[in-house]
C-alpha cells in the first residue's frame, strides 16, 4: 500500500504517498452579499474596499503587473 510510512514508487502503486490536506471553506462572498453590502456602502472608499476584497477573492490581482498594488492601496488609503 502506499502509504507515508511506506512509500513506493509512482510505477509500483498509482497515486500521492502523502496525507490529505483540507481545505478552507470558500471565501468567496456570494453575489446577493456582495450587492447588499455595495447598496448599503455611503461612501467611495467604502465601495472601492468592497470592490477590492470581491476581487481579490477571486483572484484579479494575482498576476497584475508591476506598480498596480500600490496604486490600488495608494486610492484605498485615500478619504
Known amino acids: 500500500?502506499?502509504?507515508?510510512?511506506?512509500p513506493q514508487t509512482i510505477f509500483d502503486t498509482p497515486g500521492l504517498c502523502c496525507s490529505l490536506m483540507?481545505?478552507?471553506p470558500n471565501?468567496?462572498?456570494p453575489a446577493n452579499q456582495f450587492h447588499a453590502a455595495l447598496l448599503a456602502a455611503t461612501t467611495k472608499r467604502e465601495i472601492v474596499d468592497i470592490m477590492y476584497?470581491?476581487?481579490s477573492t477571486q483572484g484579479a490581482f494575482s498576476d497584475?503587473?508591476?506598480g498596480l498594488?500600490?496604486?490600488l492601496q495608494?486610492?484605498?488609503g485615500q478619504n
Open 64 to 66: 497584475m503587473p508591476d
Open 27 to 29: 471565501p468567496i462572498t
Open 53 to 55: 476584497k470581491q476581487l
Open 1 to 6: 500500500m502506499n502509504t507515508q510510512n511506506n
Open 69 to 71: 498594488f500600490d496604486k
Open 74 to 76: 495608494k486610492v484605498r
Open 22 to 24: 483540507k481545505l478552507e
